[in-house]
């Protein structure tokens, strides 16, 4: 084996961390899966470019980034803004419906997000990549994912506060 491939293992173990990433830019589980297949199908391909002091994660998501945006130019993404994430996110215990119903807002609020500022917080605050790794993944500078992450937190921070929709009696 070449010490500079990365070891079967440890990118089994990222799975989960890509199939995350991937449903975060598709919105579409079966697209989410033919991403993350085509990143692995590429990462083997180029294994050859892995710098095993680098950070495997990163790489990995880089691949898996840049085939989305090539997949998206070339119109084979159609994946839409309006997915209900809540069967696709198996939680330990049924949540109630009020919290489920709160869950489904929650990742609404995301979605609509700007794509810039969803990839950049999904990275940073979901997957616990650095402003650094993270500005590597996306290709922009750690300044950029620094605003890009601050200004969704805004976003999802103004959405909080809004005021919410009630139900109203009629007929009285």
Known sequence: ???????????????????????????????????????????????ASYDPAGNLRGWLMSIVHNLHIDRVRSGKSAAGRDRDYAAQSPENLAPSQLDSVRLQQVRRAFDLLPDEQREAMHL?????????????VLGVPSGTVMSRVSRGREALRRWESAPALRLIKGGE
């Open 1 to 47: 084996m070449n010490p500079k491939k990365p070891r079967k293992a440890d990118v089994m173990s990222e799975l989960p961390a890509l199939r995350r990433y991937a449903l975060s830019l598709t919105r579409d589980p079966g697209n989410a899966e033919d991403l993350v297949h085509d990143a692995l199908v590429r990462a083997m391909e180029r294994s």
């Open 124 to 136: 940073v605050t979901i997957e616990g990549l650095s402003y650094d790794e993270a500005a590597a």
